[in-house]
């Protein structure tokens, strides 16, 4: 049952790659089906699961031994637990919705067979991420959704920038994968396993500085794929992939698996204060560098890239706290999982009525133009702000209390954080949808059609109540309970007196952003007088430029001057010694004059040394 | 016999093929594609009838050869040569299809020539993998140079005269070495058995004095790294590479370099378990820089063939570091390891050559735009490339995985300073896949490069499979290799080290 | 007589014969000056043996004469060929065989 969650978009994936042209004319509804399906399959396993028992809900499912070579036992198991249920559900709801969309999405694009297959393999790998019983197993999927987002990413193969973002993404990941790696070899070594259960069950025997090397380097992990400090700067470049994926794997699933990786391994993460530690300066870095990038963005993607970094802070910051903080971690996520995916399909939608322009200087006074991705944009946009009653509210306020538990410092950074979100979001709101129109000569405006609307519009309503649903009905902290751990804080600021704070934060922010842009006309060149702050984010707080200084010049130094050193001194050694033997043979061989007497003197002169030296022996 | 037969297959092939008038191209084509899938279902056959529960020789056979200096034709295969075996008899059809047309291409020497060069190869790379009298395992050593050398020197690129006298002399001083080291060591086996011994099994047992151990291990440790090939002896490799015919490069890099780390993990641990202990840090070293060496090289390189000559010498590095770190883990991986470096650059040599004769230029900076012409070749060359560079879900990514696992147990800096490679593997080959196959296409790259054959596909198609049904199902090749590397860490009396906390019951 | 002598009268004959080798020109000259080498070392065989008083120094002589023999028809087949294409015997002027 569970594999067949895997299997299925899987085996929609092949058939499409292996089909060929064959399959183009039915291509995008064989992905949309077997993801559709998954859904199904994952929301009966859901149900079936409610049904029983807390203590019966966590399944597993032993396909076969994987890998044996002495004590390194690796099953190829599945589990399916309360955790990974939630995941299953946002991964397969969330990506049939995108599948539907990109039906109208890429409906020109002569590669739209090979792009539903992409995205068919992308949930496979996931579910398989989200699914595995062991790290190993997780690793195939971590990477699985790795190349998926690769391929996407690069989906636009023509242009240079969108490769180079694709190869960007992939290299930027593996360093984290680094981590991954030595996270679970120093489990095998330390705990001679690697499976949940065994490391959840032997962690406590670990010595603690062993326990903190693996919390760190699963961090590295998690701060490659959720694009966090300092490994953030994939993010921004993979808006160069088509909009669906930006919206499926760069917003709603693939970048929190850092997060999802950081929960898994609670039981590592609960001994160790200093790896905790090192998780939250991590997320309050991240949280207010992606906003503070997001503030300058001209480019609707980006603006909505440095909003997911920032949001994903949040995750991992309330991740970073511990038991108080893992389930809101979670909660938020699936909350983010919604808007956001809602907020990029709106994009999109844009997008698709501007002749793919992202300048949202280019915008400007949609609302009438394009009202159902204005309203279903505006819920979204409420939800990710933190409006009560709206989804993003729930979880974030969560976040913000116990993050004020925790430490005061963390709380005012998330307080902060949620200020400058509303600034920016309004910015993004005001200047696509309000003001006067800015448009291009030749764009013309119009809404997209059903089959895209639809989706924007389900995921509106997930904005709308997705939080308290599942904060209300399906009480999703005692939900998670029995796989994360869940503590009340002992102490913090009353949520009677920081509602109100936040609110009034929040405010403050879309009401300064509301001056400065709704009220204002846009110039439709972005100024270049600005301050260096303003330059700053526009150049993504200089992340890009430190990557180069330091890892890209020196490398290519070191390959160009290693090259030389091949090529002349390794080589040039060899061939020196094989010139030298030549040049000696060379002039040895002038001795061959061809004058009989010449070597009839040489043989005299040998003869006579030979007697000479029998004599001087003898002697 | 049944292994003297496997070696009689494609001899009897080679002879048949060469015998025939020139003019049958066709004809010598089909017929060696024929002995070489012959010799495949013999080696099938070989690795069904192993006893996976002992980790010894099987299918042993001895007789006497010289036996004044105490010289036997002894065969026998462990689960590890057994493994190499199929890998190479797998590659072997692989490279005939692929090559079905270098023969006419190079412009030179016979078609039927090519063909029976290659058959003659795979006898003798069945007579390395198999022999288990060191002295008649010298005799193959060797006498695999000479069908290499005419297949690069006689089908080769403009530069092959070069390449090839370069390979020959690199391997031949190389094996002199060992040939010094190897009479020594029928010296020393007279003095403590009376009666010289070449036979490996004896050998295993002998009680050398550390001082011999360490000098003899030298002299074969520096054949296998010439061949391996180890940073700084790698240099012929690159050139060969470049010269050579794609299937001939498949052939060498994939099955004929295995034999410098099948000897150093089949030979030089058991035979000289003191000195490989001595040695052990020293080569763990040289292993870690020829991981980055090569991979920095790789990034360096303009031609295709070269790039991925040194993308080869930065795996050989892993393979060395897990045999060295004598775990179990790194010496499985490694044997692993060897067996899926054969399919995965052999795929990306094949693909290599088959966008370099299209485009007739290795030069990375002459194509670009690939995919645009040639989708389906495209994503031949990426998933390749990916199981170049271990991605999860390969075979490549296991072995990697349990060398350095292997590695961590024993040596964790350089468990972790290796782990760093596959950083740098996803930049060569992902950079090399951005040049040369996305982008717009020039006019040359859409007038020349066309879509890959049925052919070409049929060719290239069983490694690809192989590499990812290994990377799920990887049981298949470990319950062949693991029993023999249990008996080579009895050889040399190590143990896997026990994992700081013991749970009961955990982990399966 | 000295046996002593006989060694003296082969070391003369032998360095006449180096001395021939190395200074005529002509072919047929520097032949015979390899022959008179040959003889004084068959000179200083016979000797030894009949100081020694063993046969093995006579049986040394015989297989030098022999070589001789050979070498006489060899030599004078090569050297009258030479003569008759290049219409000379100088062996100076036999200088193909370099470098």
């Not at chain 1, 709308?464 to 600021?493: C, N, Q």
């Not at chain 2, 493994?83 to 005939?96: D, G, Q, S, Y």
């Not at chain 2, 760093?420 to 490069?449: C, D, F, H, N």
């Not at chain 3, 030098?64 to 050979?70: D, F, Q, S």
Request: hydrophobic share 55%; aromatic share 12%.
């Amino acid at each position: 049952m569970i594999a067949a969650l895997i299997g299925l978009p899987l085996l929609g994936a092949t058939v499409l790659l292996l089909g060929g042209r064959r399959t183009n004319a039915w291509g995008h509804f064989l992905a949309v089906a077997m993801s559709a399906a998954s859904f199904l399959l994952g929301a009966f396993l859901f149900i079936q699961m409610v049904g029983k028992s807390e203590e019966e809900r966590e399944i597993g499912q032993h396909l076969f031994d994987w890998i044996s070579v002495g004590a390194f036992q690796i099953p190829f198991g599945l589990h399916l637990d309360q955790l990974s249920i939630v995941f299953v559900l946002l991964i397969t709801g969330v990506g049939t919705l995108i599948h539907i969309y990109s039906i109208g999405y890429m409906e020109h694009d002569p590669n739209r067979r090979r792009f539903f297959a992409y995205l068919n393999l992308f949930v496979a790998a996931m579910l398989l991420l989200v699914l595995a019983d062991n790290y190993f197993l997780l690793y195939v999927g971590w990477e699985g959704v790795g190349l998926a987002s690769y391929l996407l990413i690069s989906f636009y193969q023509q242009k240079p920038s969108a490769a180079t973002a694709g190869k960007k993404a992939f290299i930027v990941n593996r360093v984290g994968d680094v981590g991954l790696s030595l996270a679970i070899m120093l489990m095998f070594v330390t705990f001679g396993t690697v499976t949940f259960e065994g490391v959840d069950a032997a962690v406590a025997s670990g010595s603690s500085s062993t326990v903190t090397w693996i919390g760190l380097a699963l961090l590295l992990a998690a701060c490659g794929k959720s694009a966090q400090f300092p490994l953030q700067s994939w993010l921004l470049d993979a808006m160069e992939g088509p909009t669906p994926v930006s919206a499926l794997i760069h917003a709603a699933t693939m970048v929190t698996a850092g997060v999802y990786l950081i929960v898994r391994a609670h039981a590592i993460f609960d001994l160790s204060e200093t790896a905790r530690t090192a998780v939250v300066i991590v997320g309050a870095i991240t949280l207010l560098l992606g906003a503070f990038i997001g503030t300058a963005k001209d480019d609707i993607k980006k603006g909505l890239a440095g909003s997911t970094m920032s949001q994903i802070g949040y995750m991992v910051l309330a991740a970073g706290l511990g038991p108080v903080g893992y389930v809101f971690a979670i909660f938020h996520l699936l909350t983010h999982g919604m808007f956001k995916a809602g907020l990029f399909l709106g994009a999109g939608s844009v997008m698709h009525g501007m002749h793919d322009d992202v300048n949202m200087r280019h915008y400007g006074a949609l609302r009438t133009m394009m009202k159902i991705t204005y309203a279903t944009f505006g819920l979204g946009f409420l939800a990710i702000i933190g409006v009560p009653p709206f989804a993003g509210f729930w979880s974030k306020d969560e976040i913000i209390y116990v993050a004020f538990s925790q430490s005061l410092i963390i709380g005012l950074a998330t307080l902060l954080g949620a200020g400058v979100t509303a600034f920016y979001m309004t910015r993004m709101m005001a200047m696509t949808f309000f003001g006067e129109a800015r448009w291009e000569d030749d764009v013309h405006p119009h809404e997209s059609p059903a089959v895209m609307t639809i989706p924007m519009i389900v995921l509106a309503l997930g904005s709308v109540f997705g939080g308290m649903a599942m904060l209300f009905v399906g009480d999703i902290e005692h939900w998670l309970e029995p796989v994360t751990g869940f503590a009340k804080p002992e102490h913090s600021v009353s949520h009677s007196v920081l509602i109100p704070i936040t609110l009034a934060v929040v405010l403050g922010g879309a009401l300064f952003a509301w001056l400065r842009y709704g009220r204002r006309p846009v110039p439709v060149v972005a100024p270049t007088d600005v301050r260096f702050l303003t330059r700053a984010a526009r150049a993504d707080a200089y992340g890009d430029a430190l990557n180069e200084a330091a890892f890209m010049r020196p490398g290519q130094y070191l390959t160009r001057s290693l090259t030389w050193f091949d090529s002349k001194a390794i080589d040039g050694l060899v061939s020196g010694l094989a010139a030298s033997i030549g040049g000696l043979s060379a002039r040895a061989r002038r001795l061959q004059n061809g004058y009989a007497r010449s070597y009839a003197v040489t043989m005299l002169g040998g003869a006579v040394l030979i007697a000479l030296i029998l004599l001087l022996v003898r002697l | 016999m049944l292994l003297t037969t496997l070696m009689l297959i494609p001899l009897v092939g080679s002879i048949v093929v060469f015998l025939l008038p020139a003019a049958k191209a066709t004809l010598a084509k089909q017929i060696a594609l024929g002995f070489a899938l012959a010799t495949l279902v013999g080696s099938v056959l070989m690795v069904l009838g192993l006893d996976n529960s002992s980790g010894g020789l099987q299918h042993v056979e001895s007789y006497d050869w010289i036996p004044a200096f105490g010289i036997s034709w002894t065969l026998g295969v462990n689960g590890i040569s057994a493994a190499l075996i199929v890998m190479a008899a797998i590659l072997v059809p692989v490279v005939i299809v692929a090559g079905w047309w270098d023969a006419e291409n190079s412009g030179r020497g016979t078609v039927k020539g090519f063909f029976a060069l290659i058959l003659a190869l795979e006898v003798f790379i069945i007579g390395v993998f198999t022999a288990n009298d060191l002295f008649l395992f010298y005799v193959f050593f060797e006498a695999m140079l000479f069908p290499i050398y005419f297949l690069i020197g006689r089908f080769g690129g403009p530069q092959r005269a070069y390449a090839a006298m370069k390979f020959l002399l690199y391997s031949l001083v190389g094996g002199l070495f060992m040939l010094a080291a190897l009479i020594g060591l029928y010296v020393v086996s007279s003095r403590e058995l009376g009666q010289g011994t070449f036979d490996y099994v004896t050998l295993t047992s002998l009680n050398i004095d550390p001082a011999t151990q360490k000098m003899l291990f030298l002299g074969f440790f520096f054949a296998f790294a010439v061949k391996a090939p180890m940073v700084p002896f790698h240099t012929w490799l690159p050139d060969a590479t470049a010269e050579a015919t794609p299937g001939t490069s498949t052939l060498l890099v994939g099955v004929l370099d295995k034999v410098g780390t099948f000897g150093m993990l089949h030979f030089l641990l058991p035979i000289f378990p003191e000195a490989s202990k001595f040695f052990a840090p020293v080569i763990i070293v040289l292993a870690v820089i020829s991981i980055f060496y090569g991979a920095l090289l790789a990034i360096g390189q303009t031609d295709v063939m070269r790039l991925v000559a040194f993308t080869s010498i930065s795996h050989f590095g892993f393979i060395v570091l897990g045999i060295f770190v004598m775990t179990s883990q790194g010496l499985s991986g490694s044997s692993f390891y060897m067996v899926n470096h054969g399919f995965s650059t052999g795929a990306l040599f094949l693909v290599m050559g088959y966008l370099v004769s299209r485009r007739g230029s290795k030069r990375i900076a002459d194509f670009g735009g690939v995919q645009k012409v040639a989708p389906i070749l495209t994503g031949v060359f990426l998933l390749s490339g990916l199981s170049g560079l271990a991605l999860p879900g390969m075979s490549s990514f296991i072995s990697e995985f349990l060398v350095l696992a292997g590695t961590y147990a024993v040596n964790p800096t350089a468990a972790i300073i290796a782990t760093l490679g596959i950083v740098m593997a996803a930049v060569y080959i992902l950079w090399l896949y951005q040049r040369m196959m996305t982008g717009v296409p020039s006019k040359e790259v859409e007038e020349t490069v066309t879509e890959i054959s049925r052919r070409e596909l049929v060719a290239i198609a069983p490694a690809l499979a192989i590499i990812i049904a290994l990377g799920f199902v990887p049981q298949v090749a470990l319950n062949v290799i693991n029993p023999a590397v249990d008996q080579v860490q009895t050889y040399v009396g190590v143990t896997d080290p026990e994992s700081a906390v013991v749970i009961e019951g955990s982990g399966s | 007589m000295n046996p002593n002598n006989y060694l003296i009268l082969a070391a003369i004959l032998f360095t006449i014969g180096v001395y021939g080798v190395l200074v005529r020109r002509n072919a047929i000259i520097v032949f015979m000056s390899v022959e008179l080498m040959l003889n004084a070392a068959n000179l200083a065989f016979v000797a030894a043996a009949r100081n020694t008083g063993t046969l093995d120094g006579l049986v040394v002589a015989f297989f030098v004469m022999v070589v001789a023999a050979a070498e006489v028809v060899v030599g004078l087949a090569i050297i009258v060929t030479i003569f008759r294409t290049r219409r000379s015997a100088s062996i100076d002027e036999a200088s193909l065989m370099k470098y």
